[in-house]
């Protein structure tokens, strides 16, 4: 049973950081491209960042660009999301997502998804 489980969100500040956690379990974790999504309260869930498989490459939405960075661990089965300079825009129930191909961002593409936690920014 494949699960994908995040942690790491929580309130803060604007102008501060967090680092979220996705950990994986019951797949062949470096086989598959992982990425970020978010969804705040009445949006569409929105792409965050994706670190493809196979050393397919990163890339991320315009929006968080130079602020977040994507990593991930092969070795551990988790893959991280670092979030510097936060802004109360980025207030959203962060979802990491499993995808049995290269770089893809399109939500529709990925098979498994965690629960997600949520990053609260204040002003």
């Known amino acids: 049973q494949v699960q994908l489980v995040e942690s790491g969100g929580g309130l803060v500040q604007a102008g501060g950081s967090l680092r979220l956690w996705c950990a994986a379990s019951?797949?062949?974790?470096?086989?598959?491209?992982m990425a970020w999504f978010r969804q705040a309260p009445g949006k569409e869930r929105e792409f965050v960042a994706v670190?493809?498989?196979?050393?397919?490459?990163?890339q991320y939405s315009d929006s968080v660009k130079g602020r977040f960075t994507i990593s991930r661990d092969n070795a551990k089965n988790t893959m991280y999301l670092q979030l510097n300079n936060l802004k109360p825009e980025d207030t959203a129930v962060y979802s990491c997502a499993a995808a049995a191909l290269g770089m893809t961002t399109r939500p529709s593409t990925y098979r498994y998804w965690g629960q997600g936690t949520q990053v609260s920014v204040s002003s």
């Open positions: 670190y493809a498989r196979y050393g397919g490459g990163i």
């Open positions: 019951g797949l062949t974790f470096s086989t598959y491209t």
